[in-house]
């Protein structure tokens, strides 16, 4: 059983930072990427963005040059650090991982999700 445990979401104003992480728990070979989408309200799930297992990064244009994602393997680990925050970042923030499992078939697993608020 597969589990991704985020943390680190909350309310802030604008311009400030919040970092979220997420850690991968269970049976699996390995991880293929890991990232971030969210989802604001009335809207569909978008990427914000991933990293892959040897630190290659992709991130939405929206979020580009204010948010980094890093990663820590060992740990299984990913995080988010978002800067500069605007109110149209407010969102659901959900943790996805593409891992490869014991059998070498790759699945998706998602994480609970955490609620990032930005205030004006």
């Known amino acids: 059983q597969v589990q991704l445990v985020e943390s680190g979401g909350g309310l802030v104003q604008a311009g400030g930072s919040l970092r979220l992480s997420c850690t991968a728990s269970?049976?699996?070979?390995?991880?293929?990427?890991m990232g971030w989408y969210r989802q604001a309200p009335g809207k569909t799930r978008e990427l914000v963005g991933t990293i892959t297992s040897v630190g290659s990064t992709n991130y939405a244009d929206s979020v580009k040059d204010r948010f980094t994602i890093s990663g820590d393997n060992a740990k299984n680990t990913v995080y988010l650090e978002m800067n500069s925050l605007k109110p149209d970042d407010t969102a659901v923030y959900y943790c996805?991982?593409?891992?490869?499992?014991?059998?070498?078939?790759?699945?998706?697993?998602w994480g609970q999700g955490t609620q990032v608020t930005v205030s004006s």
């Open positions: 996805n991982a593409n891992l490869e499992m014991l059998s070498r078939w790759s699945n998706d697993y």
């Open positions: 269970g049976i699996f070979f390995s991880i293929n990427t």
